[in-house]
């Protein structure tokens, strides 16, 4: 994987698609304890379209890159880590789209740095108070040290305990065991790790979204929310409202899929991508 070196963090990321594609460049911004992996089914159909998409790795509990700064490792920190990426990589008119936390500090970024985003789409995640849901706000109140972040994620190499409702279990319909294993691997192995997902994990509780909601009706360019109905953590009420936060947002939903809706219908977000880049002045037909 090639990496980006930027002030404060080294980042591994994909790359798939024509570097010189006709459409704006798509940039995937995952959640917590997974990596750029979530997308690969969305990249994979869009880069045959002949998109350019860039997963980034970020710092938010799955990487392997330990962070020399924890100072960052706030969702603004990494909203600012994200920026930095698009700007080490000249990437503009981004197409953005973000999943769970990632969602959230997609709404962090186009707060305070919206200049390089051209359009937004979110599917299931953090809004308002819901930084993160019941009953993912507890787990992570009990994370905020590397002591307890090590020992609550030492038995998770048991399926059975990552695969329930306090591991994966409420996120996706279906979950490949391996996939899942190698998200938890570097938090349960590394102490480093462990450490830098403890500093996101108070940096977390030390924030929510409430204060950014207000202000999100500054972004006017197009936002697409493709909101998984069965989500019992980031509920379809909770797309509505944050879809009615900005001027110009289509809500779409997805029958059937829960918060990790590029896992359980990778389709509807890849359709939604290519209809808002089309809808475009001047992108190619498609």
């Known amino acids: 994987m090639p ?30 304890l997974v990596d750029s992996r979530l997308w690969d089914a969305v ?7 002949g998109f350019r998409c860039l997963q980034p790795d970020l710092p938010l509990g799955a990487h392997r890159i330990p962070v020399g700064d924890r100072t960052v490792l706030t969702p603004q ?6 920026y930095q990426f698009l700007v080490e990589l000249d990437l503009d008119d981004v197409i953005l789209v973000g999943n769970d936390t990632g ?74 065991p391996a996939l899942t294993a190698s998200w938890l691997t570097p938090a349960r192995t590394d102490r480093r790790i462990a ?3 403890a500093a996101l994990a108070r940096g977390i509780g030390r924030t929510d979204l409430t204060d950014t909601a207000p202000r999100l009706h500054r972004f006017t360019k ?3 929310i493709v909101w998984g109905t069965e989500d019992r953590c980031f509920t379809p009420a909770l ?33 939604a991508i290519v209809r808002q880049a089309n809808s475009g002045i001047g992108s190619p037909s498609r």
């Open 3 to 32: 990496t980006v070196e930027l002030p404060t963090a080294t980042i591994e990321f994909h790359e798939s698609g024509p570097a010189d594609s006709a459409f704006p460049p798509v940039v995937f911004v995952h959640g917590a």
């Open 43 to 49: 990249a994979t159909d869009l880069a045959a379209r």
């Open 77 to 82: 920190g990494v909203a600012d880590l994200v």
């Open 103 to 176: 969602g959230g500090v997609c709404q962090f970024l186009i707060d305070a740095h919206p200049e390089r985003i051209g359009r937004l789409v979110l599917t299931n995640c953090d809004a308002f108070d819901k930084f993160p849901p019941f009953p993912f706000n507890a787990v992570f109140a009990a994370m905020r040290t590397r002591i307890t972040t090590s020992a609550l994620m030492a038995p998770m190499g048991v399926t059975a305990l990552r695969h329930s409702p306090l591991g994966f279990g409420l996120l996706a319909r279906t979950l490949d």
């Open 195 to 197: 450490g830098d997902f």
């Open 222 to 224: 197009p936002v697409t």
């Open 239 to 271: 797309g509505r409202r944050l879809a009615a936060l900005f001027p110009n947002s289509t809500v779409i939903d997805v029958p059937g899929a829960s918060t990790f809706v590029p896992l359980d219908a990778p389709e509807a977000v890849a359709a």
